[in-house]
């Protein structure tokens, strides 16, 4: 029998900043999730995820199932790639994927053969009778990350429990306009979140499960607390106002808890996990069914859609073919946005693949999402000050970032910059606050980087100098033994009196003979040219000095400004041919060379 469900509503805090942009939500959160139909070929990306590429086992021409392993994860923080259907691999090769840089990456061609043919799976209904770093092993197998985003490793977070874990809190704010992939998630598997939400608790040694949810959620709320009590599971439900950027994770900690996550450090110093709607229910379905993740809910909506609503997408699908199915008219569209208008970007090409972290595909046209206008001088009305979450001072960060002060910038602390966008939204002169913050935030990781590498290079080089040094000094020491062994053999030999010759001494004598012997000879062997060689230098000096003749007579007609260097180069050839004249005359009247000299010394 289910135990009796304790669900509690708990105060709510304030915080610090934030806006209210239009929600335009209810363009997508009235339908049901829909599915988009598999496509011919998926492409998946090795790099959906933060950290380390994963690393392919599978080659051209394989055969594989519905969710075997294409890609392991490598190191630490990284994500294992899965097929999302049954197929064979067509190709291994870099393509575009969806990045703002539209930069190409390397990626898994799959072609689907229809059967959506499963694996074998092993599923885990009880789950609480197996040791929970071989359920965290699983989360890390079957490559779930957080979806609300980032695409952070799932079982990172289970693993680096550095102090103890009190509180799971789920992240089910969504504050972003226009997205509502987690809201519709949280409306029809409300009870895979939670269930989600209890393996996780159970990982992390919680004791509470608390759910931050926005106001402009209802039904949401009304299905979480109805699953809540049917699956008698205890929650404590923190109901935020809307407000933009809520949903942060640190904003939503200090919305619920009234706690601050301190600077520089994370969620987990205050005994706090934070974790998303749908990153949840992939636990639930990893650990319970064995099902790795290999599609996700994604919200297609805005004003270029005929048919706005959140889809189930097969992870490597085209996001063309899903606009495609969402009925999306590219004529009317400005651009297509992977994730909101606040935080996303807009995407280069529209054939990459969706990806684990696309939780939004915004396909506004010009008159709904304006491109933006040229900005002007800033004003110092104070509005960016105002808006800001964290309580920076974006002005001063953008004249530091502007100017490449990057020691100003560190000092207003650029870092705990959130890049939620809300000082760029109310900022009357239109400036680009945040592109400014991203670039002084690169400029800065390279500056630690090149710093890493220096210190890495000194060690290396102090570590080699002291290595060399060392075997200069046993070297030394080695050399002073022998010479010390030597003079004592020597002096014990005087003392006994015997007059026979010392046989390292006589052998030390007659290698340095040899080697003397052997310089001298080398000395007497240089070749001396003969009178045919000598012949062949003269006939070559003259045919030079004919040439520099002829390069001159030209010259004194159409290059008047080349005739000093020619004439200067014709005399040192001149002087060359006499030099090689000489030499045969004197061979020719029978003076020895320093051959024939030598010939005659040795007989």
């Not at 205050?270 to 599609?295: H, K, M, W």
């Amino acid at each position: 029998m289910t135990a009796q469900a304790v669900i509690v509503t708990d105060k709510v805090f304030s915080l610090k900043g934030g806006i209210h942009p239009d929600e335009r939500k209810t363009l997508s959160n009235t339908t049901p999730i829909a599915e988009v139909p598999l496509p011919s070929v998926l492409v998946l990306p090795l790099t959906m995820h933060l950290g380390a590429p994963a690393d392919p086992v599978v080659s051209v021409g394989s055969t594989v199932r519905k969710g075997d392993v294409l890609a392991t994860a490598v190191g630490g923080i990284s994500a294992a790639v899965h097929a999302p259907t049954s197929g064979r691999i067509c190709a291994i090769e870099e393509r575009v994927i969806a990045h703002e840089s539209g930069l190409p990456a390397p990626c898994i061609l799959l072609e689907a053969d229809g059967e959506d043919d499963w694996r074998a799976r092993y599923g885990l209904p009880n789950w609480r009778e197996q040791p929970v770093d071989e359920l965290i092993q699983r989360l890390r197998d079957c490559g779930v990350v957080g979806q609300g985003g980032a695409g952070f490793p799932t079982d990172v977070k289970y693993r680096n429990k550095h102090k103890p874990i009190t509180t799971l809190l789920i992240n089910a704010a969504e504050c972003e306009p226009y997205i509502t992939a987690d809201d519709r998630l949280m409306r029809e598997h409300a009870d895979e979140v939670l269930q989600g939400a209890v393996i996780a608790k159970h990982l992390l040694g919680a004791s509470t499960i608390r759910l931050g949810i926005e106001d402009n959620k209802p039904q949401a709320l009304v299905a979480m607390r109805e699953a809540a009590g049917h699956l008698g599971i205890d929650l404590r439900i923190s109901v935020v106002p809307t407000k933009y950027p809520s949903g942060g994770e640190r904003q939503l900690i200090q919305l619920v808890t009234g706690q601050e996550v301190p600077r520089g450090g994370l969620p987990s110093d205050l005994g706090i996990v934070c974790q998303n709607v749908g990153t949840l229910a992939s636990i639930y379905r990893a650990v319970v069914f064995d099902e790795p993740l290999i599609s996700r809910v994604t919200t297609v909506t805005g004003e270029a859609v005929d048919a706005p609503g959140n889809y189930e997408v097969r992870i490597g699908t085209p996001i063309e073919t899903v606009l495609n199915q969402a009925g999306v008219h590219l004529k009317k569209a400005d651009r297509v946005i992977m994730g909101g208008p606040m935080m996303g970007f807009a995407i280069p090409d529209i054939t990459a693949p969706l990806m684990k972290t696309t939780n939004c595909l915004l396909v506004p046209t010009r008159k709904e999402l304006p491109r933006p206008m040229p900005d002007n001088p800033c004003i110092r009305c104070g509005l960016c000050e105002q808006a800001c979450p964290v309580n920076l001072l974006p002005q001063q960060l953008f004249w530091a970032s502007k100017h490449r002060d990057l020691d100003a910038a560190e000092l207003h602390s650029i870092n705990d910059c959130i890049e939620c966008g809300a000082c760029a939204y109310v900022c009357p002169s239109r400036i680009p606050l945040v592109q400014y913050y991203r670039y002084a935030k690169g400029e800065l990781r390279n500056e630690q980087e090149e710093q890493i590498k220096s210190e890495r290079a000194r060690a290396r080089f102090e570590a080699r100098q002291a290595r060399l040094e060392k075997e200069r000094l046993e070297k030394e020491a080695r050399r002073k033994a022998r010479a010390k062994a030597a003079a004592e053999a020597r002096a014990a030999k005087a003392e006994s009196g015997s007059g026979e010759p010392d046989a390292q001494d006589d052998a030390i004598k007659a290698a340095m003979a040899r080697a003397k012997a052997k310089k001298a000879g080398a000395t007497q062997n240089t070749a001396e040219p003969s009178r045919e060689d000598l012949e062949k230098a003269l006939e070559l000096a003259a045919t030079k000095v004919k040439k520099a003749n002829e390069r001159l007579l030209v010259a004194e007609q159409e290059s008047p400004a080349m005739v000093p260097a020619l004439r200067k180069a014709l005399t040192k050839l001149e002087e060359k041919h006499a030099t090689a004249q000489a030499a045969l005359e004197n061979a020719a009247h029978g003076e020895p060379t320093r051959t024939e000299v030598k010939k005659e010394t040795d007989s």
